[in-house]
């Protein structure tokens, strides 16, 4: 999507030609045309079963869209005017990151009013996203994640879900098995207690369900624990699972897979870091590396 009119102008269904024609009607006298859109967007997303944490934030971007267009129309919303939001945003304060993040909002709801048939063109479309400073995340060593996996660990699991709900396969090794097979008889005491019930694997000590934030505490507690720095987090164990299968050679569509990343170039990324290490490595042992 790099130019007006990819969604065809001339092809518009009469059934979305309809349904656009009505779309003025729903304005009220405290939501602008913007404000409804953005409303039935997000709906739209969580029927989809998009993760939590991407409606929590396209809300907030696009609450600050459409404070900014007021109660301009779709028509009178060009690339100029998106360019003078990011810029608004910019004096505001905000990162790179946070405008990156509120352009791929609006560009999200120009595409989903354009197969709602509103729009004909995605003004987002031509407004180029910040460039970013890309920051390759320290991983631990294979080392170091062997010492504190096959160390004495603490009485409290973690649950990963996928975002969105997505299902992947990953290994399942006899030491997840016989760990799995000493939790189940404390789990079910455990709910039995609080006279709970959920269909969550790994629960916490009151019987529910386990937090982000919990998840973000016991990792960093293992690690702090077992002498790992304190800023790692449980999306540095992905980075280090990535990076260590990469190492020992493990095909990078199957990591792909593992993962659960949509694009080989999401996965690609740990191929930076493997080489990296590679020339730490050879910086290190080659006599005339120096």
Known sequence: MNSLGIYGGTGVPARARDRRARWPAVKSAKSSIAEKSAQEFLRSLRERNTSPHTIKAYSGDLQNFCAYVGSRNWPSIDHLAIRGFLSHLYERGLSKT?????LAAVRSLYRWLAQ???VDQNPAALVATPKLAKKLPRVPTIEEINSVLDGKMPEEAILIRGKGKKERYVPFGGSVRAALLCYLPLRSQKLAVYKK????????????RLTTRSVGRIIKKIAVAKGLSPDVHPHTLRHAFGTHLLEEGADLRAIQEMLGHERLSTTQRYTQLSMKHVLAVYDQTHPRAK
């Open 197 to 208: 019930k959920t269909n969550a694997l790994l629960i916490n000590q009151r019987g529910g």
């Open 98 to 102: 946070s405008v990156a993040r509120s």
């Open 116 to 118: 709602e048939g509103v």
